[in-house]
């Protein structure tokens, strides 16, 4: 068979991991496929010193791959949502098929994109824009297809999951961390998509839609970051059996779906909880296969390039074979449904909260009776150490599980105490079940 010419647009970490794994492993896929894949042109603004490119066709307009008549394959790798969005459209409008590792593009733009696919018989591979190398996108669309799925949750950021671990092992605060993990390169100069939860917003939407056979609809997605969590939450969590993680959760429900990432205290005996480092983790709950776990690499060069050969392999198959293609969101062409994405105070959860009261006698009795007058409950209470200078305590309880908007009118109450000083603060809980 003719081997299948590939061009790469974006020769940066995850580009250059690419072309380095194309080309150093030609053989063992050949094997595999019984054909070969060649790069056949490149497109980057600046030569990758790793990378070996001589006698391949190289260019600085991307839009030169995304209409050059011998490739037959786009890899898109340059980032961003506009340029991006432009490239992979006029790469579909020319009848190539399209590999990204794009999440941002795909979460905001996916819709757009999938349809201009379908339209032309071409096919949009995107496996490497969720958690890496980790193939938890296909073990969704295809492992589990014969399954309801109920509830895909996981850590699907790993600067923020970085942050946190070194939080709770070293009681540091989150400005140090956070300095350090953009010294070790793990986060961005600027670096509001990963700690705000707009990195890990685009995965959980990509990942809810392949799920549940939805629309994308980030826009949908509530975010919250990690920046106010304090070394303190981290060991009043640990005190009382619960890691603090900053997790996205999508989960069915009878009115709608949960779209959340926000920080989350989840039990320690669960297996994501003791996910550290800048490693990934995804929880898969289906009818028929119950949980499962998937665990990995998140980012990097080699874990991402990974994930965006093993995509274009597959549609190295379809090419012989388009009917076997697996549709994009792994649902027949007008199959997805509309489902509508709940509020976050439409959603019930169980919550941690942490306040500052006088500790004077009676107050804990005038702090329960707002929380049960609101139709809370409490499950359990910690009082610590009184801060000498004020005659303040720090008051931790977890609650039962409430309707946000419940939670909400009660912490509005509690501020408005004068036996509490300052804010209330609010984690979710969550046991994954």
């Given at each position: 068979?003719?081997?299948?010419?590939?061009?790469?647009?974006?020769?940066?970490?995850?580009?250059?991991?690419?072309?380095?794994?194309?080309?150093?492993?030609?053989?063992?896929?050949?094997?595999?496929?019984?054909?070969?894949?060649?790069?056949?042109?490149?497109?980057?603004?600046?030569?990758?010193?790793?990378?070996?490119?001589?006698?391949?066709?190289?260019?600085?307009?991307?839009?030169?791959?995304?209409?050059?008549?011998?490739?037959?394959?786009?890899?898109?790798?340059?980032?961003?949502?506009?340029?991006?969005?432009?490239?992979?459209?006029?790469?579909?409008?020319?009848?190539?098929?399209?590999?990204?590792?794009?999440?941002?593009?795909?979460?905001?733009?996916?819709?757009?994109?999938?349809?201009?696919?379908?339209?032309?018989?071409?096919?949009?591979?995107?496996?490497?824009?969720?958690?890496?190398?980790?193939?938890?996108?296909?073990?969704?669309?295809?492992?589990?297809?014969?399954?309801?799925?109920?509830?895909?949750?996981?850590?699907?950021?790993?600067?923020?999951?970085?942050?946190?671990?070194?939080?709770?092992?070293?009681?540091?605060?989150?400005?140090?961390?956070?300095?350090?993990?953009?010294?070790?390169?793990?986060?961005?100069?600027?670096?509001?998509?990963?700690?705000?939860?707009?990195?890990?917003?685009?995965?959980?939407?990509?990942?809810?839609?392949?799920a549940f056979g939805m629309p994308l609809q980030f826009d949908k997605a509530y975010t919250e970051g990690i920046s106010e969590v304090t070394p303190e939450d981290l060991k009043y969590a640990q005190e009382l059996g619960y890691r603090i993680k900053h997790l996205g959760i999508a989960r069915r429900r009878t009115n709608g779906v949960e779209l959340r990432v926000?920080?989350?205290?989840?039990?320690?005996?669960?297996?994501?909880?003791?996910?550290?480092?800048?490693?990934?983790?995804?929880?898969?709950?289906?009818?028929?296969?119950?949980?499962?776990?998937?665990?990995?690499?998140?980012?990097?060069?080699?874990?991402?390039?990974?994930?965006?050969?093993?995509?274009?392999?597959?549609?190295?198959?379809?090419?012989?074979?388009?009917?076997?293609?697996?549709?994009?969101?792994?649902?027949?062409?007008?199959?997805?449904?509309?489902?509508?994405?709940?509020?976050?105070?439409?959603?019930?959860?169980?919550?941690?909260?942490?306040?500052?009261?006088?500790?004077?006698?009676?107050?804990?009795?005038?702090?329960?009776?707002?929380?049960?007058?609101?139709?809370?409950?409490?499950?359990?209470?910690?009082?610590?150490?009184?801060?000498?200078?004020?005659?303040?305590?720090?008051?931790?309880?977890?609650?039962?599980?409430?309707?946000?908007?419940?939670?909400?009118?009660?912490?509005?109450?509690?501020?408005?105490?004068?036996?509490?000083?300052?804010?209330?603060?609010?984690?979710?809980?969550?046991?994954?079940?």
């Amino acid at each position: 068979m003719k081997p299948i010419r590939v061009g790469i647009c974006g020769l940066g970490t995850v580009g250059g991991g690419t072309f380095n794994l194309l080309t150093g492993n030609a053989e063992e896929i050949r094997r595999r496929l019984g054909r070969e894949i060649r790069v056949e042109m490149i497109a980057a603004r600046r030569t990758n010193p790793a990378c070996d490119t001589s006698g391949i066709r190289t260019t600085a307009d991307i839009f030169d791959v995304a209409r050059d008549p011998e490739v037959d394959l786009v890899v898109e790798l340059i980032g961003g949502y506009d340029t991006a969005r432009e490239l992979v459209l006029t790469a579909i409008d020319h009848g190539k098929h399209v590999v990204t590792a794009n999440k941002a593009l795909i979460a905001v733009h996916g819709n757009e994109i999938f349809e201009a696919a379908a339209a032309k018989g071409v096919n949009v591979a995107y496996e490497a824009g969720v958690a890496g190398g980790i193939p938890v996108i296909k073990a969704i669309r295809e492992g589990l297809a014969a399954n309801r799925i109920n509830t895909v949750a996981g850590i699907i950021n790993g600067t923020g999951n970085f942050i946190l671990s070194e939080m709770r092992e070293k009681g540091r605060d989150f400005a140090d961390v956070l300095a350090e993990a953009q010294a070790l390169g793990y986060a961005e100069a600027d670096p509001t998509f990963d700690v705000e939860g707009i990195d890990a917003a685009h995965k959980l939407t990509i990942l809810a839609s392949i799920a549940f056979g939805m629309p994308l609809q980030f826009d949908k997605a509530y975010t919250e970051g990690i920046s106010e969590v304090t070394p303190e939450d981290l060991k009043y969590a640990q005190e009382l059996g619960y890691r603090i993680k900053h997790l996205g959760i999508a989960r069915r429900r009878t009115n709608g779906v949960e779209l959340r990432v926000h920080p989350t205290l989840i039990p320690e005996s669960r297996l994501i909880a003791n996910v550290n480092g800048v490693m990934n983790a995804v929880m898969v709950a289906g009818d028929a296969v119950g949980p499962t776990m998937y665990y990995g690499a998140g980012a990097g060069a080699a874990p991402t390039a990974s994930a965006v050969v093993a995509d274009i392999m597959d549609l190295a198959r379809s090419f012989e074979h388009p009917a076997c293609a697996v549709a994009a969101l792994g649902y027949a062409p007008g199959e997805l449904q509309p489902l509508p994405v709940l509020a976050v105070d439409q959603v019930e959860s169980a919550y941690y909260l942490r306040l500052d009261a006088s500790d004077k006698p009676g107050v804990m009795t005038t702090i329960t009776g707002v929380l049960s007058q609101a139709g809370i409950n409490i499950e359990a209470i910690l009082q610590k150490e009184v801060r000498s200078d004020e005659q303040v305590a720090h008051i931790i309880m977890l609650t039962h599980s409430v309707q946000e908007s419940q939670m909400n009118s009660a912490i509005t109450s509690l501020e408005g105490l004068e036996v509490v000083t300052g804010k209330v603060t609010r984690i979710r809980m969550d046991h994954l079940n």
